[in-house]
């Protein structure tokens, strides 16, 4: 191309590359020389105005008219001067250093202006920079599983139950029907106990199905997986470890491999170690072969919603498809098994939904929401910096102007904002990735995840790059863009003399000058507004919440879960020995008003529900199947929590399995099983109209609706407790719940309660000891999390939107100080001076609240799914914005009107 050019240009090559060499040569010695260049620079300027001046001297002019004529014609020497600088290309550096030094200077010496400007850079970067990293981790990281988006799992449906897990009845049926699933496996949850030479660990294990690990993409990083033939009833066995249950029990020794682990009493041989951080399906330690035919399984056990599947999507079915072919096999179950699994449907969940502890879908519509609040902080961010930079380049204009007129060129000015503004913007990035990295140990404090699975992976909030850098870009574009504007009314104000005369006519076209700035303003109270609305509706339902009447007294509430040994405890008879033996040990400690045990505590992950006939009330139609949430409890038990007793009496040590079958319901339950009647004497049995195995319950005593369901913790479930002494089929493994009422801080107590246990048994696992205020504190995490980070979203945004209000009165007031000092001449009050101001702000501030409305109703709408007890569209909210909205302006309108009654009205008019 070169060659090209010189050749149409007739140049030889030689002169080409001496003019280059000459060019390079000039420019190196600019910058090393810089003074000898100054000075050749000066004496051939003042070679070529002494020459022209003798030349008009020559024509007949006298010296002075010859002096001024040569001036006239070059113009400015400073701007000749300044063009032969230019024309170098060298200085490139050397004025980037000016400005930078020139811009640093200016900086500091508006602290308040460069203060603002970072802070909210700042916070805008650093907000969105955290939050979507946070997002990422949860919604789109990567899971130590391949392909997670293509896994999900299934549950069993029903109204009034919760969802359930899978029965080896649907197993059957979606691994031999359907073609949405590209393999399939089952697991269920385990509980082992690990003797050491003290107490006894739990170890969360799972029993798998063979398919298990091939579905779900992962293979051990050590030793093998499980073989088809260790999955047969005979077979050895053998068990998988968790990369941490490896690294703290045998220190990552390689050797672990074919060692034996006593678990329950067997003896398992370790085959393999999982990769650091996969513990599906539920915080797992251990792996081991699930033992079991669908098919041939009794049928009580084929229809349990016990299991856990897992499939993975064939490619090209979307999730919505394999939904509808489930459905259709559930469908098909409900027609050929009416007894049992009428009333069913099946549902799938994603492997990112499950291992969030987002069953209902609440998290991920919490976390949406926020991101786009934070967005919207984001917005407002750049709507401020932009009016920011806009007030002060519109401040800077006779400076500008001077600028220009002595020389300085419109290049050279826009280098200078454009300096001033990229150091704004990357303090403010320096600034906002602190803000970030400081927001990491808060988010975990407030952190609302509590994951089944992978809570190492999708806990791991760390600052993604690819963010800070988008967030980065967004405020330094929006930064330079608007630092580059008096640059361009520069440009297109080319008579600058008319320019300084406007500097002082401030009253001319005052309101078409402002327009835009107004907008912007108009449109970041508008948001603000919306995220106040926003933050107001979540805090008054978390308050809501955490103030909802309980039905028992969570305080000097100790819980804690005692996990029994199927080996050391196979008969129910036993577990209940041992049982009583710790109730009356923990009975007598000193600080111990009372004790009792239950099957689920209250606020307990999980739950179980039954299905319960009354007598003499059959279901109104034969689809219709009561539910209750069931517990089996200890006489003392509906004492310690404090439930109130509306009704007969309740659970006693003499309903024992020997005495007549008894039980004690809740409101809710009496209300919906026997309306009006007195429900103390009548009957009632779990299961159907037709299923005979369980007992007919006599009811005892009915006690006010209590909130112990933590997935059901904002509505009142009827309730049926039985005594644990008349347990029936019990299951394999039991995990009892013990609650200890104390005098005192539930936290004094909690040694001498271990000690007591282990005194009866020395190797007794004591698990999940918690008070039941910290228990119920997580239950609202999410809740509270969304409220406080909304509540903080909102006040940041009202605090950004009256400091653009601020900046747009203050404008305006400077604008128009001719006009004010004009009517304060002429006779006017100060409060007519301060109701033009008020006027104005109270204008854009009503602007800004109309503009607000569709937000606000888009808000609710988002935002209704999570609120409880609270209106989307709650006046007092409402009201309680629009006062808000009056302080803030009324507060940012405060400072310009002080600086307007302080204008002298004749060194105004004199500036006229």
Same mark, same amino acid.
């Given at each position: 191309?070169?060659?090209?050019?010189?050749?149409?240009?007739?140049?030889?090559?030689?002169?080409?590359?001496m003019?280059?060499?000459?060019?390079?040569?000039?420019?190196?010695?600019?910058?090393?020389q810089?003074?000898a260049?100054?000075?050749?620079?000066?004496?051939?300027?003042?070679?070529?105005v002494?020459?022209?001046?003798a030349?008009n001297?020559?024509?007949?002019?006298t010296?002075e008219?010859?002096r001024?004529?040569?001036?006239r014609?070059?113009?400015?020497?400073?701007?000749v001067?300044?063009?032969?600088?230019?024309?170098?290309?060298v200085?490139?550096?050397?004025?980037?250093?000016?400005?930078?030094?020139?811009?640093?200077?200016?900086?500091?010496?508006?602290?308040?202006?460069t203060?603002?400007?970072?802070?909210?850079?700042?916070?805008?970067?650093?907000? $969105?920079?955290? &939050?979507?990293?946070?997002v $990422?981790?949860?919604?789109?990281?990567?899971?130590?599983?391949?392909?997670?988006?293509r896994?999900?799992?299934?549950?069993?449906?029903?109204e009034?139950?919760?969802?359930?897990? =899978?029965?080896?009845?649907?197993?059957?049926?979606?691994?031999?029907?359907?073609k949405?699933?590209?393999?399939?496996?089952?697991?269920?949850?385990?509980?082992f106990?690990?003797?050491?030479?003290?107490?006894?660990?739990?170890?969360?294990?799972?029993?798998?199905?063979?398919?298990?690990?091939?579905t779900?993409?992962?293979?051990?990083?050590l030793?093998?997986?499980?073989?088809?033939?260790?999955?047969?009833?005979?077979?050895?066995?053998?068990?998988?470890?968790?990369?941490g249950?490896?690294?703290?029990?045998?220190?990552g020794?390689? $050797?672990?491999?074919?060692?034996?682990?006593?678990?329950?009493?067997?003896?398992?041989?370790?085959?393999?170690?999982?990769?650091?951080?996969?513990?599906?399906?539920?915080?797992?330690?251990?792996?081991?072969?699930?033992?079991?035919?669908?098919?041939?399984?009794?049928?009580?056990?084929?229809?349990?919603?016990?299991?856990?599947?897992v499939?993975?999507?064939? $490619?090209g079915?979307?999730?919505?498809?394999?939904?509808?072919?489930?459905?259709?096999?559930?469908?098909?179950?409900?027609?050929?098994?009416?007894?049992?699994?009428?009333?069913?449907?099946y549902?799938? !969940?994603?492997?990112?939904?499950?291992?969030?502890?987002?069953?209902?879908?609440?998290?991920?519509?919490?976390?949406?929401?926020?991101?786009?609040a934070?967005?919207?902080?984001l917005?407002?961010?750049c709507?401020?910096?932009?009016?920011?930079?806009?007030?002060?380049?519109?401040i800077?204009?006779?400076?500008?102007?001077?600028r220009?007129?002595?020389?300085?060129?419109?290049?050279?000015?826009a280098?200078?904002?454009?300096?001033?503004?990229?150091?704004?913007?990357?303090?403010?990035?320096?600034?906002?990735l602190?803000?970030?990295?400081?927001?990491?140990?808060?988010?975990?404090?407030?952190?609302?995840?509590?994951?089944?699975?992978?809570?190492?992976?999708?806990?791991?909030?760390r600052i993604?790059?690819?963010?800070?850098?988008?967030?980065?870009?967004? &405020?330094?574009?929006?930064?330079?863009?608007?630092?580059?504007?008096?640059?361009?009314?520069?440009?297109?104000?080319?008579? !600058?003399s008319?320019?300084?005369?406007?500097?002082?006519?401030r009253?001319?076209g005052?309101?078409?000058?402002?327009?835009?700035?107004?907008?912007?303003v108009?449109?970041?109270?508008?948001?603000?507004?919306?995220l106040?609305?926003?933050?107001?509706l979540?805090?008054?339902?978390?308050y809501?919440?955490?103030?909802?009447?309980?039905?028992?007294?969570?305080?000097h509430?100790?819980?804690?879960?005692l996990?029994l040994?199927?080996?050391e405890?196979?008969?129910?008879?036993q577990?209940?020995?041992?049982?009583?033996r710790?109730l009356?040990?923990v009975?007598?400690?000193? +600080?111990?008003?009372?004790?009792?045990?239950?099957?689920?505590?209250?606020?307990?992950?999980?739950?179980?529900?039954?299905?319960?006939?009354?007598?003499?009330?059959?279901?109104?139609?034969?689809s219709?199947?009561?539910?209750?949430?069931?517990?089996?409890?200890?006489?003392?038990?509906?004492?310690?929590?404090?439930?109130?007793?509306?009704?007969?009496r309740?659970?006693?040590?003499?309903?024992?399995?020997?005495?007549?079958?008894v039980?004690?319901?809740?409101?809710?339950?009496?209300?919906?099983?026997?309306?009006n009647?007195?429900?103390?004497?009548?009957?009632?049995?779990?299961?159907?109209q037709?299923?005979? &195995?369980?007992?007919?319950?006599?009811?005892?005593?009915?006690?006010k609706?209590?909130?112990?369901?933590?997935?059901n913790?904002?509505?009142?479930?009827?309730?049926?407790?039985i005594?644990?002494?008349?347990?029936?089929?019990?299951p394999s493994?039991?995990?009892?719940?013990l609650?200890?009422?104390?005098?005192?801080?539930?936290?004094? =107590?909690?040694?001498a309660?271990r000690?007591?246990?282990h005194?009866?048994?020395?190797f007794?696992?004591v698990?999940?000891?918690?008070?039941?205020e910290?228990?119920?504190?997580?239950?609202?995490s999410?809740d509270?999390?969304s409220?406080?980070?909304?509540?903080?979203?909102?006040?940041?945004?009202?605090?950004?939107?009256?400091?653009?209000l601020? +900046?747009?009165?203050a404008?305006?007031?400077t604008?128009?100080?001719?006009?004010?000092?004009?009517?304060?001449?002429l006779g006017a009050?100060?409060?007519?001076?301060?109701?033009?101001?008020?006027?104005?702000?109270g204008?854009?501030?009503?602007?800004?609240l109309?503009? &607000?409305?569709?937000?606000?109703?888009a808000?609710?709408?988002?935002?209704?799914?999570?609120?409880?007890?609270?209106?989307?569209?709650?006046?007092?909210?409402l009201?309680?914005?629009?006062?808000?909205?009056?302080?803030v302006?009324?507060?940012?309108?405060f400072?310009?009107?002080?600086?307007?009654?302080?204008?002298?009205?004749?060194?105004?008019?004199?500036?006229?």
């Amino acid at each position: 191309m070169r060659r090209s050019w010189a050749r149409r240009a007739q140049i030889p090559l030689r002169k080409v590359c001496m003019r280059w060499l000459t060019k390079l040569q000039l420019r190196f010695r600019s910058i090393f020389q810089r003074d000898a260049v100054e000075g050749d620079l000066d004496d051939e300027l003042t070679f070529h105005v002494e020459a022209q001046i003798a030349q008009n001297v020559a024509s007949g002019m006298t010296g002075e008219e010859a002096r001024y004529s040569t001036l006239r014609g070059m113009g400015s020497v400073t701007q000749v001067a300044e063009q032969c600088r230019e024309a170098r290309n060298v200085d490139l550096l050397e004025t980037t250093w000016y400005d930078l030094r020139f811009g640093a200077r200016t900086l500091a010496k508006n602290r308040a202006f460069t203060a603002v400007a970072v802070l909210t850079l700042a916070v805008g970067i650093g907000f $969105n920079t955290f &939050s979507f990293s946070a997002v $990422n981790a949860l919604l789109f990281g990567g899971l130590p599983v391949k392909d997670p988006d293509r896994l999900v799992l299934g549950e069993a449906l029903r109204e009034g139950f919760d969802p359930g897990g =899978t029965s080896l009845l649907e197993y059957a049926a979606l691994r031999n029907e359907q073609k949405a699933f590209a393999s399939s496996a089952l697991s269920i949850d385990r509980s082992f106990l690990l003797r050491g030479n003290t107490e006894a660990e739990e170890v969360h294990a799972a029993a798998i199905s063979p398919a298990f690990f091939e579905t779900l993409g992962t293979a051990p990083i050590l030793g093998r997986s499980l073989s088809l033939e260790e999955s047969r009833a005979g077979a050895p066995a053998v068990v998988l470890l968790s990369y941490g249950f490896w690294q703290r029990r045998f220190g990552g020794d390689a $050797n672990a491999i074919g060692q034996s682990l006593d678990l329950d009493g067997r003896s398992y041989t370790i085959i393999g170690v999982m990769p650091r951080g996969f513990d599906y399906p539920t915080l797992t330690q251990a792996w081991v072969p699930l033992d079991l035919d669908p098919e041939a399984a009794p049928m009580p056990q084929r229809i349990t919603h016990a299991y856990i599947f897992v499939g993975r999507l064939q $490619n090209g079915v979307s999730r919505h498809q394999a939904e509808q072919d489930v459905r259709d096999v559930a469908g098909r179950l409900a027609r050929q098994f009416p007894q049992t699994e009428r009333g069913w449907s099946y549902g799938l !969940l994603t492997m990112r939904q499950w291992s969030i502890g987002d069953d209902d879908g609440r998290v991920t519509r919490a976390i949406v929401a926020l991101v786009l609040a934070i967005g919207l902080l984001l917005l407002i961010c750049c709507v401020n910096i932009a009016s920011l930079l806009l007030v002060r380049g519109v401040i800077r204009e006779g400076e500008l102007a001077v600028r220009a007129a002595l020389g300085a060129s419109s290049r050279r000015i826009a280098q200078q904002l454009l300096t001033e503004g990229a150091m704004l913007s990357v303090c403010g990035g320096i600034v906002g990735l602190l803000v970030a990295w400081g927001m990491r140990p808060l988010f975990r404090m407030l952190n609302p995840i509590q994951p089944h699975s992978f809570g190492q992976i999708v806990n791991d909030f760390r600052i993604d790059g690819r963010v800070l850098a988008f967030c980065l870009g967004v &405020s330094i574009l929006s930064g330079l863009i608007f630092s580059l504007l008096p640059t361009l009314k520069l440009v297109k104000l080319r008579n !600058l003399s008319a320019m300084l005369r406007q500097r002082e006519q401030r009253a001319a076209g005052v309101a078409a000058r402002r327009g835009w700035l107004s907008a912007l303003v108009v449109a970041e109270i508008a948001i603000a507004v919306s995220l106040s609305f926003g933050g107001a509706l979540l805090t008054k339902s978390f308050y809501r919440l955490s103030g909802l009447y309980l039905g028992f007294r969570p305080e000097h509430l100790l819980t804690l879960q005692l996990p029994l040994s199927v080996t050391e405890y196979p008969q129910q008879s036993q577990k209940m020995a041992f049982l009583d033996r710790v109730l009356d040990r923990v009975r007598t400690l000193p +600080g111990v008003e009372s004790a009792g045990v239950t099957t689920f505590l209250p606020m307990q992950d999980f739950s179980s529900d039954t299905v319960f006939t009354v007598e003499g009330h059959p279901p109104r139609n034969r689809s219709d199947v009561p539910i209750a949430a069931l517990r089996h409890v200890s006489a003392g038990y509906a004492e310690t929590l404090g439930l109130t007793l509306l009704n007969g009496r309740m659970i006693t040590n003499q309903d024992r399995a020997a005495t007549l079958p008894v039980a004690v319901i809740s409101e809710e339950m009496a209300r919906q099983s026997f309306g009006n009647e007195d429900p103390i004497g009548k009957r009632l049995r779990r299961g159907r109209q037709q299923d005979t &195995s369980y007992p007919w319950l006599v009811v005892v005593g009915v006690v006010k609706d209590a909130k112990e369901d933590r997935l059901n913790f904002r509505i009142a479930r009827p309730v049926l407790y039985i005594p644990n002494t008349q347990r029936t089929n019990p299951p394999s493994g039991t995990l009892m719940g013990l609650v200890v009422r104390t005098t005192s801080e539930p936290s004094l =107590t909690i040694n001498a309660v271990r000690a007591s246990i282990h005194d009866i048994n020395p190797f007794q696992p004591v698990i999940k000891v918690s008070s039941m205020e910290a228990m119920l504190n997580s239950v609202l995490s999410a809740d509270r999390f969304s409220a406080r980070v909304m509540a903080m979203l909102a006040a940041v945004g009202l605090f950004l939107a009256a400091i653009g209000l601020y +900046g747009v009165i203050a404008y305006s007031v400077t604008q128009r100080t001719g006009e004010i000092g004009l009517r304060m001449a002429l006779g006017a009050q100060p409060w007519s001076v301060i109701a033009l101001i008020a006027r104005e702000s109270g204008m854009l501030g009503a602007l800004g609240l109309a503009l &607000s409305l569709p937000l606000i109703f888009a808000v609710a709408r988002l935002l209704k799914s999570v609120l409880f007890s609270v209106s989307a569209g709650d006046p007092a909210i409402l009201l309680g914005i629009i006062l808000g909205l009056i302080l803030v302006t009324l507060i940012a309108s405060f400072a310009p009107i002080m600086r307007a009654l302080r204008l002298d009205p004749l060194r105004s008019l004199r500036c006229e």
